[in-house]
Nanobody
Framework: VQLQASGGGLVQPGGSLRLSCAASGSIFSISVMGWYRQAPGKQRELVAS???????EYADSVKGRFTISRDNPKNTAYLQMNSPKPEDTAVYYC???????????????WGEGTLVTVSS
């Protein structure tokens, strides 16, 4: 399974940005998709995740500002970032827990990170 992230870049505080993560390959099923981030000198942390059924989980720091959504037929997840703050600056990594057709066992997959910089 390959994860292709897009949408990172420079955004002003209070602005908005949308990240996309598209999964491809011989996918049997994706149970969870989500976004993690890692700021310089800090550990990678969960930002938001969403199950195939639409259940979501958010880091406390982004609740009310970020929204995760998912298009199951397209195997794509989105992270809508509204009112970002400078402390949201980090490399954002797409994650998926997926099973491929040949094995049907769920494994964690990661995409290459995309840099989000929140600055005026």
């Amino acid at each position: 399974v390959q994860l292709q992230a897009s949408g990172g870049g420079l955004v002003q505080p209070g602005g908005s940005l949308r990240l996309s993560c598209a999964a491809s390959g011989s996918i049997f099923s994706i149970s969870v998709m989500g976004w993690y981030r890692q700021a310089p000198g800090k550990q990678r942390e969960l930002v938001a995740s969403i199950t195939s059924g639409g259940s979501t989980e958010y880091a406390d720091s982004v609740k009310g500002r970020f929204t995760i959504s998912r298009d199951n037929p397209k195997n794509t997840a989105y992270l809508q970032m509204n009112s970002p703050k400078p402390e949201d600056t980090a490399v954002y990594y797409c994650h998926a827990r997926a099973a491929v057709i040949s094995i049907k066992k769920y494994v964690d997959y990661w995409g290459e990170g995309t840099l989000v910089t929140v600055s005026s």
